[in-house]
């Protein structure tokens, strides 16, 4: 099932944020993350977050992607996540440890 990256970025994940605050905040970190076709969010769940909102911001880990392999990267982000990052189709720059932690994030429900 197609996920409606803009609901996600801008309604969901944030409702999700909220919810979860404490333990969003201990993946520490800020990222940016532009997903081609559709728009850029910054995400801060770092000690003075958790937050989700349009645009860029001053982030450890930048995530690049096209709108269709990110929604390959919801569907199954263990495996689609490597296999997408060696065929350089999800670009990470700073902390590519950081990347990593990005399933937490995503898991919230």
Do not use: R
Request: hydrophobic share 35%; proline share 4%.
């Amino acid at each position: 099932m197609a996920v409606d990256i803009k609901k996600l970025f801008n309604e969901e994940l944030p409702a999700q944020l909220t919810k979860n605050a404490e333990d969003a905040k201990t993946i520490g970190a800020k990222y940016q993350m532009n997903v081609t076709g559709e728009g850029e969010w910054f995400i801060d769940v770092s000690s003075s977050g958790p937050s989700c909102t349009p645009g860029k911001g001053e982030a450890d880990c930048t995530i690049t992607i096209a709108a269709d392999d990110f929604q390959k990267l919801i569907e199954n982000p263990q495996q689609n996540g490597m296999q997408l990052f060696f065929q350089q189709k999800l670009k990470v720059e700073g902390n590519t440890g950081l990347a990593l932690k990005l399933q937490k994030l995503f898991g919230y429900k």
